[in-house]
């Protein structure tokens, strides 16, 4: 594959957000002699060095481009270059800037970061009273209307770009500066102190960009979609299960280990291309299937991708590559979320689970246990559990008016469903890495010797983001313990795998630690369901949890911004509180039940509460600038 052509450069830094300036060219001297006759001859060659000097100067300032076509940039600190274009025989021109990589020196100090936004790098112009664009002539200080005559961008994420709309008064022309590392550095974006810049290596360190041109097709060839890819379900040691938003076929996931770099430039094109290249979700690890597990109607696409690196980092985007009505193909990303792989196997990732369809987490597992007979294990112990609340539930009568009517929002499937989550959530905790050297607690309780197991479980005072069980009779899953292993799972052991001391102690999950679930699970049943049930749980008086049903046994949601929340989340609701993040953060176990309250604070007469892609692009506004802003 031919490489991109590497353009020119010149040495035009900006000053300030505003101003630029060019370097002052360096003086000449010329040897001092009182022999003319030596001297003209001197004078005429330098002179006429300095004329073809200038001429190459020229030259290397300008380069011609093409559309459509891939442009590698090589800048250092500072500097600016000059592209030339000629004018499209058909418009919208996209013309797009990534930032691929930043100087080394930078990129190897681990008391620098990127800042996310940087100040206008492309700069467009299509008139010839403005041949060369830069932060003078920028549109939004001149008041020239933006995609007439001109347009900048500022890079976002590592990704600018520029849409011109219709031919100008002359030639396209664009100028691409780089950063300047000094006042990147003293202005505090980077988190450096000034006494840290000395330290920031050559200045002939390059920033490298890549610029991309085309023309002519009903949408930009490359659409960063500026929402979140997906919700993040939950991982095990080697596997993570990803829900999308929508469905579709043509859904890529990409994921790769993260760097200090995967949020500054988790736009931008090469930097995504780049990690196409290490991406562990191929298509034969990763499992596509649609679920309706979430909030909202429709089915989603969901990944359950394996054979991911233990205890590592990573950041996920989702490509979608989309066929336009006029045949042209358009490269959508959307913006990753981040998740790290637990480091122990004393944790199972498990979904798709007849009896507790919204379970997508991972629970407590024996080492060797199949995940099918895992799930076969849960089934078997809820299914009796949830037989019996429907059968109380249906000695009342659900289905008669006006007898039936207990609330004017739910009803008895609601309460049915709600019940169900809450006996899930309970059930089957949430499972993460204990910290390591954690000792096993296999000392048997005298309650339990009693016959009194209840008698062994504590509370915590407070609510709490964490538990941890490192003594089986004390946790929700007491027959993983290496004291009841052997007879709940029999075939686990033989003859030639006693359930010896060793065996059984490698074989439990403990010590594991839980996330409990989070206090709506709770609340939702007693929201939803008649009051003659009883179902009660407990109240939060400013200090502690008080009453009800398992007391502080929960987790609490808590604030989230709308710029970090994962995707699928309901839009409009006055509600911020959540029960993650798109870091990878769990406060507690939700199946859910945060998207639901949150709905409850919906303006009622929004007429779509659940989040959704934008509708197909059409040509314009210009891109640089969010839909809807003044253009």
């Not at 089957?428 to 000392?443: F, Q």
Request: glycine content about 6%.
């Amino acid at each position: 594959m031919q490489k991109p052509p590497v353009v020119a450069k010149t040495n035009e830094r900006i000053a300030g957000p505003y101003l630029y300036r060019r370097r002052p060219p360096r003086s000449t001297r010329f040897p001092l002699t009182s022999n003319w006759s030596q001297l003209l001859p001197s004078r005429f060659l330098l002179l006429l060095g300095l004329v073809c000097g200038l001429v190459g100067l020229a030259q290397a300032q300008t380069s011609n481009l093409t559309s459509p076509s891939t442009t590698t940039v090589r800048l250092q600190s500072g500097e600016s270059t000059l592209l030339n274009l000629a004018a499209p025989s058909t418009f919208p021109l996209y013309i797009s800037l990534s930032l691929c990589s930043i100087p080394a020196s930078l990129a190897g100090n681990d008391s620098f970061l990127l800042p996310a936004d940087i100040a206008k790098p492309l700069y467009v112009s299509n008139s010839s009273s403005d041949p060369r664009p830069g932060p003078s002539s920028d549109p939004d200080s001149t008041g020239v209307p933006r995609g007439a005559k001109g347009d900048s961008s500022t890079l976002q994420f590592g990704y600018s770009n520029v849409t011109l709309l219709a031919a100008g008064e002359g030639n396209v022309t664009i100028q691409v500066y780089a950063p300047d590392v000094t006042n990147l550095l003293v202005g505090g974006d980077g988190r450096w102190s000034p006494s840290t810049v000395t330290a920031s290596g050559p200045a002939s360190e390059s920033w490298v960009f890549e610029l991309d041109i085309s023309n002519g097709t009903q949408a930009a060839p490359y659409l960063a979609m500026s929402t979140i890819s997906y919700r993040l379900e939950d991982t095990d040691a080697s596997s993570v299960l990803l829900t999308a938003t929508n469905q579709s076929e043509a859904y890529t996931p990409v994921i790769s280990s993260a760097t200090s770099l995967s949020y500054s430039l988790s736009r931008s094109r090469c930097y995504l291309r780049s990690m196409m290249a290490q991406n562990a979700a191929t298509p034969a690890n990763t499992q596509q299937s649609l679920t309706t597990r979430g909030y909202g109607p429709g089915q989603r696409t969901q990944m359950f991708v394996q054979g991911v690196r233990r205890n590592t980092t990573f950041t996920a985007w989702l490509v979608e590559n989309v066929t336009m009505s006029d045949g042209s193909v358009q490269e959508r990303m959307w913006d990753p979320v981040w998740f790290q792989t637990k480091s122990s196997s004393s944790c199972r990732l498990v979904y798709n689970m007849p009896a507790c369809p919204s379970v997508a987490y991972a629970v407590p597992a024996p080492r060797s246990l199949g995940t099918d007979r895992l799930l076969s294990f849960f089934n078997d112990t809820i299914s009796p559990y949830l037989a019996n609340f429907t059968r109380t539930l249906t000695t009342f009568p659900c289905d008669r008016q006006p007898e039936g009517l207990f609330s004017v929002v739910s009803t008895c499937s609601d309460c049915a469903d709600a019940y169900r989550d809450y006996v899930c959530a309970v059930t089957m905790p949430r499972c993460v890495d204990a910290t390591s050297g954690t000792p096993l607690n296999t000392t048997v309780p005298q309650a339990v010797i009693s016959g009194d197991v209840l008698a062994s479980w504590t509370l915590p005072a407070t609510y709490q983001t964490r538990l941890l069980r490192d003594e089986p009779f004390a946790s929700r899953t007491p027959l993983f313990g290496p004291a009841n292993l052997s007879n709940t799972f029999p075939f686990l052991f033989n003859a030639s795998y006693p359930a010896s001391e060793a065996n059984l102690a490698r074989e439990t999950p403990f010590p594991y630690v839980e996330v409990p679930p989070c206090l709506d699970v709770c609340y939702l049943v007693q929201a939803r369901c008649p009051f003659f049930l009883g179902f009660v749980c407990p109240k939060f008086d400013g200090s502690s949890p008080q009453g009800g049903t398992g007391a502080a046994a929960w987790g609490q949601t808590q604030d989230v911004s709308s710029t970090t929340r994962m995707a699928n989340d309901v839009y409009g609701s006055a509600l911020q509180k959540r029960a993650g993040d798109r870091w990878g953060t769990v406060y507690c176990n939700s199946l859910g039940s945060d998207l639901t309250m949150a709905v409850q604070f919906v303006d009622p007469f929004q007429q779509w509460p659940y989040e959704k892609p934008p509708p197909e692009v059409q040509p314009g506004p210009p891109l640089g600038r969010p839909p809807g802003s003044d253009q």
